[in-house]
């Protein structure tokens, strides 16, 4: 396999006696849109927290562009361009919109004056939809503007690689749609690689164009989705005997 | 819209001017008593600059102060020094105490960040008891007995002004975003770049050095100093009271809260001397209970309802 | 120095320790329960210290019943507190620092009341068992029983929060509030319990100090500060780990009172309160 942009290679992390990560392997190639699915409690979050530098993993390697991310810390990770969103959306809730994407400017990599981040950051709401918000307060979002907003931010801090912790949770049919619009835009106008943490997997199908399927913190499958789908041990895991439509 | 700034502007001159003639027409009473209160709206901002951008919540502010005490204190007393000359020895021994407290505190999240902050300025306190030597513990050390009532007053004055300069000015800069971040949520200001440490960092520094200077003119006022008097935790509880009552992190109502509140300390200093304490504290608690977000904030909800009760 | 003399001072601090414990109990649950701060903690133990010397001195009371005084009277205070001050600003955003103001607030209250009250002299609660003497060693019994009175305080507050119903809501509230309401648990009734027990604590902790201190108004504030510090090194919520940290910290105590003074002993306590929040950071990375 190709060296990816993002490799993992016998990654374990333990909490206390938990093994929350076993000895996974994966790679993400470069420009991909890389599914990461596994039932709950499978390691999922764990990972990309291992990934960000908000965990210390305790065994393996995880590299991105070929340097060792174990050790760096949050800030560094964002330097290096690798940018996330959360699980429950994140974000600077008595901040604008506005300020919340324009403090991702300042901070993320690119030193510019205040005046230039409030204009990228501008930018970056037409790009991802939010224009209409930006002068109001993070905190009176809904939720389908809360992540979009947690993806602008992540966005602001030029990332090569940007990390998606369950971008659709909570979120109806004709929004999800919406999102995952955005995810194949962030791919094709900017060139992004994406990593992207899903229970739904219609959507994850649909728009990956790899899958790695974990359970118990252990990898049991990992590629193309057609073989995903059909792989007897991802069913048997994950999908339910019921479940034959791909 | 441009008239209504402008305005404000020459008021909030007025007023200013107002206060800087002070003692062209009142007694030295009056121009003691507004001294104190400006040194309140300084020690206030300042702690708002640290504690109110960031919302780290530092409970020994007051070792920065007393530190700044006791360089003047021993500065003074020993070598004769100018007082303008410890003030600058004493902005840099702060500042590198802040620097050296930064280290092990700052990491720390919440209550465990407050109660160091709190056990380093015991600390202090305790070590000036104890080196003689340098500060002639409890008996404390007297200060070339000049009376320094105008100079103090408008030292205080530049410096309460100064104080929300530099409010202000970290608020609208690149640390002042940084901070807001923090404040909001640092693990997110962290993965998007933000460098939390050195940010906190700076404005503590910068925070402590304000308080360093307060106090080295103080000790020159007061002409006696001793460490009860320097490391005294009631002047951080005044500051952060200020702060409590103009809204906290909001820059124009920590000046207001800071007077509003030098004037009640006064007030119950002056009327009550025997149960000043017990008053003072019954305030800070109804303070804190009826008007936690500020005195603006509370006063605005008491008016909705008594509007709501009317209906 | 002599064998004995190390011994003394071992026990001692021991004894001391034990009492130490006992109050950041109080602390601890308040703290670990409510995210709060009680920063009057140790008015609450100072008003316990003035409850035994005057029950034992104007009432003519046994010692053993003033504990007891002290828990019922002071609870009751903790309560109405809760009731009417803390509980109004749980789940706002500034609770840390609006808390840390209201109670520093009822600190100068309480402080300054006793003052005023009961003047600053020094008091002496006029108790004491004598010594034990054995093996060399000279033991006054105050300090035994004080001690004695605080192990056995401490197992009855850890039966209760293990065996009881009270007690395990409280733990419940502690691990997952939201989780707690949605199996029936009132939380308010647990924050209010919580916090009435933690100043009670706090009182027995006075009422035994008494017999070893001597007792003024602002006594408080140190013995608080040494709450927080055995608190912080245990670890917040942990039962066991401040007991243990109590202990510590009276041996540290004992140990630098011994060998340099005791003025130095907040400082030694400062040092090793950031050692050890210091290690814990690195060790949680």
């Not at chain 1, 969103?85 to 974000?91: A, G, S």
């Not at chain 2, 971040?181 to 200001?189: F, M, T, V």
């Not at chain 3, 308040?30 to 009680?38: C, D, Q, S, T």
Request: proline share 3%.
């Amino acid at each position: 396999m190709a060296e990816g942009i993002l490799q993992g290679s016998n990654v374990t992390k333990n909490f206390g006696g938990l093994v929350a990560v076993q000895e996974l392997d994966f790679s993400v190639r470069q420009g991909e849109i890389h599914g990461l699915i596994g039932p709950n409690g499978a390691g999922k979050t764990t990972l990309l927290n291992c990934i960000s530098g908000f965990y210390p993993y305790d065994s393996g390697v995880i590299t991105f562009k070929g340097r060792d991310v174990s050790k760096c810390s949050p800030p560094m990770i964002c330097s290096m361009g690798i940018a996330r969103t959360f699980q429950i959306p994140r974000q600077f809730p008595d901040e604008t919109v506005l300020d919340n994407v324009t403090t991702g400017v300042l901070f993320g990599g690119s030193t510019v004056s205040r005046r230039n981040a409030k204009r990228d950051a501008a930018e970056l709401l037409e790009f991802t939809g939010l224009s209409a918000k930006k002068a109001s307060l993070a905190k009176e979002l809904p939720i389908p503007g809360l992540k979009r907003l947690g993806i602008t931010v992540a966005l602001a801090t030029k990332p090569e690689l940007l990390l998606l912790d369950e971008p659709i949770a909570g979120l109806n049919p004709t929004e999800t749609v919406a999102a995952m619009e955005l995810v194949k835009k962030i791919r094709s106008e900017r060139g992004i690689t994406i990593l992207m943490v899903e229970h739904n997997m219609k959507v994850i199908m649909n728009i990956c164009d790899n899958i790695t399927v974990i359970n118990f913190g252990k990898k049991i499958c990992e590629g193309p989705p057609e073989a995903v789908g059909s792989d007897v041990e991802v069913i048997k895991a994950y999908l339910g005997e019921e479940y034959k439509e791909v | 819209m441009l008239n209504k700034k402008r305005l404000a502007i020459a008021c909030l001159a007025i007023l200013v001017a107002a206060v800087a003639l002070l003692p062209c027409y009142t007694s030295g009473y009056i121009v003691a008593f507004a001294a104190i209160v400006l040194m309140f709206v300084v020690l206030s901002q300042a702690w708002n600059i640290f504690s109110g951008f960031t919302g780290y919540v530092s409970f020994g502010h007051h070792v920065y102060f007393g530190v700044g005490c006791y360089v003047s204190a021993i500065l003074l007393s020993k070598y004769g020094i100018s007082v303008y000359l410890s003030m600058v020895v004493a902005a840099v021994a702060v500042a590198l105490l802040a620097l050296i407290i930064s280290g092990p505190t700052l990491r720390l999240k919440g209550a465990y960040f407050s109660l160091s902050t709190l056990a380093v300025a015991i600390a202090m306190h305790v070590l000036s008891l104890n080196i003689p030597g340098l500060t002639r513990g409890g008996k404390g050390i007297t200060l070339p007995p000049e009376y320094h009532l105008l100079g103090f007053f408008y030292v205080m004055l530049i410096f309460a002004l100064i104080s929300i300069g530099l409010a202000i000015l970290v608020r609208n800069s690149k640390i002042g975003f940084a901070v807001s971040a923090i404040r909001g949520d640092e693990d997110l200001a962290a993965s998007i770049g933000v460098n939390s440490f050195k940010y906190k960092a700076l404005t503590l520094i910068l925070s402590a050095i304000l308080w360093g200077i307060m106090g080295n003119f103080y000790a020159w006022y007061v002409t006696y100093m001793h460490p009860s008097d320097a490391f005294h935790i009631l002047r951080l509880v005044t500051a952060m009271v200020g702060v409590l009552m103009g809204g906290v992190g909001s820059i124009g109502g920590t000046v207001i809260g800071a007077i509003a509140f030098g004037f009640l300390n006064e007030v119950l200093w002056a009327r009550f001397s025997t149960i000043y304490l017990i008053l003072l504290g019954i305030v800070v608690v109804l303070i804190v209970r009826f008007a936690p977000d500020g005195l603006l904030k509370g006063g605005q909800r008491v008016i909705q309802k008594i509007r709501a009760g009317r209906e | 120095m002599s064998e004995s003399a190390i011994i003394t001072i071992i026990i001692s601090g021991i004894l001391l320790g034990g009492i130490y414990a006992v109050v950041a109990q109080g602390l601890n649950l308040v703290w670990g329960v409510l995210r709060v701060i009680n920063f009057a903690h140790g008015e609450f133990l100072m008003i316990g210290c003035y409850i035994t010397f005057w029950f034992v001195t104007a009432y003519k009371m046994s010692f053993f019943i003033t504990p007891i005084v002290s828990f019922l009277l002071l609870g009751a205070l903790g309560f109405c507190i809760y009731i009417g001050f803390v509980k109004p600003m749980l789940g706002t955003e500034d609770l840390e620092f609006n808390s840390l103001l209201l109670l520093f607030g009822f600190s100068l209250i309480m402080s300054s009341g006793a003052r005023v009250a009961w003047s600053p002299t020094y008091r002496i609660v006029p108790v004491s068992y004598g010594s034990l003497q054995a093996a060399r060693l000279s033991l006054p019994l105050n300090y035994l029983l004080a001690f004695g009175i605080a192990l056995l305080v401490t197992v009855l507050l850890y039966l209760f929060l293990k065996k009881t119903y009270l007690g395990k809501s409280v733990r419940a509230v502690v691990q997952n509030k939201d989780s707690a309401t949605i199996i029936g648990i009132n939380p308010n009734l647990v924050y209010g319990v919580s916090f009435a027990i933690g100043c009670g604590v706090a009182a027995i902790g006075g009422s035994l100090i008494s017999l070893i201190y001597s007792i003024y108004p602002d006594m408080g504030f140190p013995f608080a500060i040494l709450s927080f510090c055995v608190v912080c090194i245990g670890g917040l919520g942990s039962f066991w780990g401040v007991f243990l940290a109590g202990l510590a910290v009276g041996l540290v105590e004992s140990f630098v009172g011994a060998f340099a003074g005791a003025e130095w002993e907040p400082i030694v306590v400062a040092v090793l309160l950031l050692g050890v929040l210091q290690v814990r950071q690195i060790l949680a990375r």
